[in-house]
C-alpha cells in the first residue's frame, strides 16, 4: 500500500525567504503527482501535476521537482509572500488508474 | 464552468439521523471522487466513479455509507444512520484524463457536524 509523508508538518517563515517542501512515498510505481494547495476553511486547488516520465514542473514562484527511484518530491516556492500562507498536499497517482493518496499536508505561514 | 458545486455547505444533524451530501462535477469530466477530511485521518478516498461507475470503494467505512452516480452530472453521498464519528469535511472531486494527464478538481467541501 502506497504511504506518502510530507515534512515538515508546519513550517513558519519570513516574507521574501525561498522554501522546499518536502513529500516521500513508498512505491515507485506511480502515475503522477500532484501538489495542492488548500486554505482554511476552503477545498483543495491544484498547483502542478508530474506525469511519471517528467522530471519537474514549474508555474510562476513555484517548482515541483520528482524522483521516482528516491521516491521523492519538492516543491520550490521562491521569494516566499504572506499570501502563500496554506497547507500544501502532495498527492501520488499509482497503477492502472489515477487513485490517489494525500500526504497529511504541510502547514506554511509566511510571516511579514 | 463554475467548478465542482457541492450541497450542503455546512450540515448540522443528530446521531441517527440520514444525511445526503450532493455534488456536481465539472461538465465533460468522467471521473468523480469523494473524499473525507479529519484532524485525525488527513484526507482520505472513499470511492471512485469512472463513467458513472463505481470502480473503488474500499475507502467507504461501513455499510452506513453509500454512494451513487446516477449521471454524469450527479452523485450523492448517503449516511444513514449517522455517528457523531462521521463529523469531518466531506469533498467531492472530479476530473478528465486527457492525453495521459489528470487533474483533480475539488469542490468546496460539506462540512458535516453530527451531534
Known amino acids: 500500500k502506497q504511504e506518502v509523508t510530507q515534512i515538515p508538518a508546519a513550517l513558519s517563515v519570513p516574507e521574501g525567504e525561498n522554501l522546499v517542501l518536502n513529500c516521500s512515498f513508498t512505491d515507485s510505481a506511480i502515475y503522477n503527482l500532484q501538489w495542492f494547495r488548500q486554505d482554511p476553511g476552503k477545498g483543495l486547488t491544484s498547483l502542478l501535476l508530474i506525469q511519471s516520465s517528467q522530471r519537474e514542473q514549474t508555474s510562476g514562484r513555484l517548482n515541483a521537482s520528482l524522483d521516482k527511484s528516491s521516491g521523492r518530491s519538492t516543491l520550490y516556492i521562491a521569494a516566499s509572500q504572506p499570501g502563500d500562507s496554506a497547507t500544501y498536499l502532495c498527492?501520488?497517482?499509482?497503477?492502472?488508474?489515477?487513485?490517489?493518496?494525500f500526504g497529511r499536508g504541510t502547514s506554511l505561514i509566511v510571516h511579514p | 464552468d463554475a467548478g465542482v458545486i457541492q450541497s450542503p455547505r455546512h450540515e448540522v444533524t443528530e446521531m441517527g439521523q440520514e444525511v445526503t451530501l450532493r455534488c456536481k462535477p465539472i461538465?465533460?469530466?468522467?471521473?468523480l471522487f469523494w473524499y473525507r477530511q479529519t484532524m485525525m485521518r488527513g484526507l482520505e478516498l472513499l470511492i471512485y466513479f469512472n463513467n458513472n461507475v463505481p470502480i473503488d470503494d474500499s475507502g467507504m467505512p461501513e455499510d452506513r455509507f453509500s454512494a451513487k452516480m446516477p449521471n454524469a452530472s450527479f452523485s450523492t453521498l448517503k449516511i444513514q444512520p449517522s455517528e457523531p464519528r462521521d463529523s469531518a469535511v466531506y469533498f467531492c472531486?472530479?476530473?478528465?484524463?486527457?492525453?495521459?494527464?489528470?487533474?483533480?478538481?475539488f469542490g468546496p467541501g460539506t462540512r458535516l457536524l453530527v451531534l
Open positions: 472531486a472530479s476530473s478528465l484524463r486527457l492525453a495521459g494527464v489528470e487533474t483533480q478538481y
Open positions: 498527492a501520488v497517482g499509482g497503477g492502472g488508474s489515477y487513485i490517489p493518496t
Open positions: 461538465s465533460g469530466h468522467n471521473s
